[in-house]
């Protein structure tokens, strides 16, 4: 299973001439998950349309954040035309304000906003809050580092962590995604976690309707889409059932014993 997780890891940018890797592929995958629990900073960034974005405007709504460089022509544009359709279905199963996305251009030189809208053009993201960001090379180095996103130079271009992570409500990392393929159950599933709130107590009805879509939304792997399946309320409803006439059962046959028998 390591080894297969390593194989995803380090998804490399051909480069030519060969270059050596200035990590291996243990380190990198060590580095990203070193990075889960860890909080992101409040750093500024500005996005394919010249706005600005500050991380701290994320809390309280869930982001998968992942990293490309614009001057690739085959890993980078391949990782978002496989992530698209995956964010679709998370947008269509969870709501498309339920989570945001965000691309960051890692390469701060070349990966100017014109260039990121090109970019995003390009392999056909039309998604709504999907946006594509980048910053000087010190922010973008720095919100690297929080994520456990590692790049380094190599002949014609870079050699990088192929790596989409999961951000909480908080602006935690929740999980890590590495590779470049991606089936619509390992976006959705960590996003329902941090969507719905898995992990937090039942102490209100919204708290407990969310818990509900939790438990209720499932993958349909014939039709290769999540749904709503009501098979939880009916389980619900037959083990209730079940177990109310085992009980009415056991109090009617105890009542019918004589009293003396029943005082013993």
């Given at each position: 299973?390591?080894?297969f ?21 243990e380190e990198?995958l ?16 500005v ?6 974005l ?5 809390r309280?709504r ?9 001057g690739?022509s085959?890993?980078c ?6 992530l698209h ?17 965000l ?6 030189r070349?990966d100017?906003p014109e ?6 053009r390009?392999?056909g993201?039309?998604?709504?809050n ?10 973008i ?6 994520l ?7 002949a014609?271009?870079?050699d990088h962590l ?10 935690r990392v ?8 991606f089936?619509?159950?390992q976006i ?6 941090v ?9 209100s009805?919204?708290?407990?309707v969310?818990?509900?879509r939790?438990f ?5 792997p014939?039709?290769?889409?999540y749904?709503?399946s ?8 037959v083990?209730g059932a079940?177990?109310s ?6 109090v ?11 005082a013993?």
């Open positions: 299973m390591r080894r997780l390593l194989a995803l890891a380090l998804l490399l940018v051909p480069a030519p001439g060969g270059a050596a890797a200035v990590i291996t592929a990198a060590a580095r990203g998950e070193a990075a889960i629990g860890r909080s992101l900073p409040d750093l500024e960034l996005d394919a349309d010249g706005r600005p500050r991380l701290d405007e994320l309280g869930p982001a998968l954040i992942s990293f490309v460089y614009t690739c085959t890993v544009p391949a990782l978002v035309q496989n359709p995956a964010v679709a279905e998370a947008q269509r199963t969870l709501g498309r304000d339920a989570f945001a996305t691309t960051v251009g890692f390469d701060a070349n100017r260039r990121l809208r090109s970019f995003a390009a392999q993201v039309d998604l709504p999907w946006r594509f960001v980048t910053a000087d090379q010190a922010t180095d720095r919100l690297a580092d929080t456990g996103f590692t790049y380094w130079p190599a014609g271009g870079f192929a790596l989409v992570s999961v951000i909480d409500r908080d602006g929740y999980r890590q995604i590495y590779g470049g393929v089936s619509a159950p959705v599933e960590p996003l329902k976690d969507v719905f709130g898995r992990d937090r107590p039942l102490l009805l919204p708290a407990l969310d818990r509900i939790w209720c939304t499932v993958y349909d014939r039709a290769d889409r749904t709503f009501y098979a939880f309320f009916i389980g619900l409803v083990g079940t177990l006439g085992v009980l009415l059962w056991l009617r046959e105890w009542l019918r014993r004589p009293t003396s028998a029943r013993t």
